[in-house]
């Protein structure tokens, strides 16, 4: 099979974000310049930078999160599990502006250290990052599509250490949560390690 995705895919649903899968879970809370928390998941996030460490997450559309990270400058990245895979889903209800998802989902806070937004107390992990470019998507016409992504700089991580396993911080632990498309998601319960190649310099013992 092929398509081109202006011409459409012909398949009951849009395949695109099955195949570009798994993908971890920016679950992002955030202060309103009214100072209310908001707190949503969002399936297009990744790390893009690891020195300095930078993360970003993408909004179909001028939604709350992307606005408020945008209006103040922070917000926090909760890492997302499979026990708090409820709740998750919960904060994504489309809540009015104001609304509190940590209430509706009945989540606890806990405050960051170096931002203002509150942390999801229950995640094993977070990250405060400070608000570093908010860039409207333009498509290949250059029209602008409403789709928002918002990148920051990790200022501070806060790890549960029950989770910090010889010094690593264990995914399959802390049951990483993943987006597949479509309603499909998964948790990760094992990994294992794989060593890359090493280059041929290195090999050789080149410095």
Partial sequence: MFYEPVLGHGLPHD???????PRPIGWISTLDAEGRPNLAPYSFFNGVCGSPPMVMFSSEGA?????????????????????????????????????????????????SRTVRPPRVAKSPAALECRTTQVIELSDRQGAATDRFVVFGEVVGVHIDEAF?????????KAQALARCGYMDYAAVFETFTMRRPASQRLSLGAD
């Fill in 164 to 172: 910090l396993v010889d010094g690593l911080f264990d995914t399959a």
């Fill in 63 to 111: 939604k709350h999160s992307a606005m408020n990270a945008r209006a103040t400058g922070e917000f926090v990245c909760n890492f997302a599990t499979f026990d708090l895979k409820d709740e998750m889903n919960a904060t994504s209800a489309p809540l009015g502006p104001g609304e509190n998802e940590f209430v509706h989902a009945g989540l606890e806070t806990a405050p």
């Fill in 15 to 21: 395949p695109f974000k099955a195949i570009v899968a």
